[in-house]
């Protein structure tokens, strides 16, 4: 499934990545990045609330949305991305935030590019220690079963009972995500933060970091991801949401981003 473009498509070194732009061109950028099967549309809640006063940048990573494509969706190779397309755009001391795979983006965005100064993490744990999915979750990955998941879930029947619920949104950005997305998430993740995990690179990089984590995440264990990033050297904040802060509480998430972007 494909969706309409609402940004501008830059062509990065031949991969075409849409990326929207909200707020004035020369305000303090925010850079907004969705994680695994999100898009830019996962922040239409949070980006208003920023775009009064930052230059508010939100991409479709690869493998999602209108960027589509179905190579070079681990981490690294969409910083890479990022990296280039922040430079076509000219963004510079860039606050980069990012959701759940977003979080490793950003990370990785941070250590290619001298265009990011700080950091902002929501909803991720540093590694999988202590991370609960759901039962199944793993069929995704799989090279047959995951592809025949992601056509069921994705087919117009479930998009048209879903059309009336706040689901409908989080059904089209799966549609439009690649099935190839799984496997780099739920697998080639897990193994890739077991030997470098969130933590590490937070105190590798040595940038001011904020790490936004709900009190009721089902997926990850807020305390003990709380107590590795204040050990890394990480702000931490507590909400009351799940997984997805900005979705629940978007004006509390506007005004912690807005003010450590300012910081001194």
Do not use: W
């Amino acid at each position: 499934m494909t969706r309409r473009t609402t940004g501008t498509v830059l062509d990065v070194d031949g991969v075409a990545m849409h990326l929207r732009e909200d707020g004035p061109a020369d305000a303090p950028a925010v850079l907004l990045v969705h994680g695994f099967s999100g898009s830019l549309h996962s922040f239409d809640r949070l980006a208003p609330l920023l775009a009064d006063r930052f230059r508010v940048l939100r991409p479709d990573l690869r493998g999602h949305g209108c960027t589509g494509g179905h190579t070079g969706l681990d981490a690294v190779s969409q910083a890479t991305t990022l990296a280039g397309a922040l430079k076509l755009i000219g963004a510079g001391h860039v606050t980069a935030v990012g959701h759940s795979f977003g979080a490793d983006v950003v990370l990785a965005l941070a250590s290619l590019s001298g265009a990011v100064t700080r950091t902002v993490l929501i909803g991720q744990a540093p590694d999988y220690s202590h991370a609960t999915f759901p039962p199944g979750n793993g069929l995704l990955a799989a090279p047959f079963a995951g592809r025949l998941l992601h056509r069921l879930a994705s087919s117009a029947p479930v998009g048209f009972v879903l059309r009336p619920t706040p689901l409908r949104q989080a059904h089209a950005d799966f549609s439009a995500t690649s099935p190839a997305m799984a496997h780099a998430v739920l697998t080639e993740r897990r193994r890739l933060l077991a030997t470098n995990p969130l933590d590490a690179q937070i105190s590798a990089l040595g940038l001011p970091t904020l790490a936004i984590l709900g009190r009721r995440d089902r997926l990850y264990d807020h305390t003990s991801a709380a107590t590795r990033y204040h050990t890394a050297g990480a702000d931490v904040t507590f909400l009351d949401s799940g997984h997805t802060p900005f979705v629940d509480q978007p004006a509390e998430v506007a005004s912690l981003v807005a003010s450590f972007s300012l910081q001194p």
